[in-house]
């Protein structure tokens, strides 16, 4: 109110993922809802974050929990702000960028590890598979919910982190374990978990879970895709096809528990 912001006017949200939640949370409620536009200065935010219409905050008890679906006015990204980026920050992107190869798209899996000279084209190419599945499925009820590949055990980890850990660094974790979970339970072959794991690591993310499989399940119970008793998972069956699964809350802990026995290993 101090800068008498009306109906007739735009927000801008520049900056990284957070940024853009959180702008886009207050503009979806300030005033019913004001224009708002995003400039995405980080790789997660340009391939992710910014596409799509998800706007949060989070609360003690997890990750993301207020929240809306409010499309920006218009995405404006300038892939040159990736080369100011810290190399870690850059690697944390390419977790989303993964997530989007190994349900959707078997070629972008294949073109990583990618340099900067090529990030613009693979920048259009998560955000073109992004705008296909959120016009076929905007609030989330079903297939952008392959979007969510390795999210489930990743905003578990940010949560038991206390959010120490990056999204991208530990949405990379829980691609890796429920790969190795769904290798286990015959889904998916051991070259296709053999594939995502090099590929991670080549990216420089990391492969390990700090938190055994109870944790990872008490902190996986507020995830928001969780309805009643059961919860809807994203599961690899090989590079580039992942299908949506329905499992109950015992059937959840027994693939964490085939996951992390395999992190062991
Ligand atoms: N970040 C996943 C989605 O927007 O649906």
């Excluded at 949200?13 to 005033?31: E, Q």
């Excluded at 990618?114 to 079903?142: N, S, T, Y």
């Excluded at 905003?155 to 660094?169: C, F, K, Q, V």
Aim: charged fraction near 20%; aromatic fraction near 6%; charge should be negative.
């Amino acid at each position: 109110s101090k800068h008498q912001l009306t109906r007739s006017d735009t927000v801008f949200a520049l900056g990284g993922g957070v940024t853009g939640d959180l702008t886009g949370f207050a503009a979806s409620v300030y005033l019913r809802g004001v224009r708002w536009v995003q400039l995405p200065t980080t790789l997660l935010a340009a391939v992710d974050a910014s596409v799509g219409g998800k706007t949060a905050i989070d609360l003690p008890e997890g990750k993301n929990l207020i929240g809306t679906f409010y499309q920006p006015h218009a995405v404006l990204c300038d892939t040159n702000a990736f080369e100011t980026l810290p190399k870690s920050v850059f690697s944390d992107g390419c977790a989303e960028i993964v997530k989007y190869g190994m349900p959707c798209d078997s070629a972008l899996f294949d073109s990583l590890p990618c340099g900067l000279q090529k990030i613009e084209d693979i920048v259009a190419r998560c955000v073109e598979i992004k705008r296909d599945i959120v016009c076929g499925d905007e609030f989330d009820r079903g297939s952008r919910q392959l979007l969510n590949f390795g999210h489930t055990i990743g905003h578990a980890i940010e949560l038991l982190s206390n959010y120490t850990i990056p999204h991208g660094n530990a949405v990379a974790i829980g691609m890796v374990i429920i790969t190795e979970a769904a290798m286990r339970a015959g889904i998916c072959s051991e070259k296709c978990a053999d594939s995502l794991v090099r590929l991670v690591k080549k990216l420089g993310l990391p492969v390990h879970c700090p938190y055994n499989a109870e944790q990872l399940f008490e902190a996986s119970l507020r995830d928001k895709k969780r309805a009643g008793d059961t919860l809807t998972i994203v599961v690899p069956e090989s590079v580039g096809r992942c299908s949506l699964k329905n499992v109950s809350l015992e059937e959840w802990k027994k693939l964490l528990c085939l996951a992390c026995s395999s992190q062991t290993d």
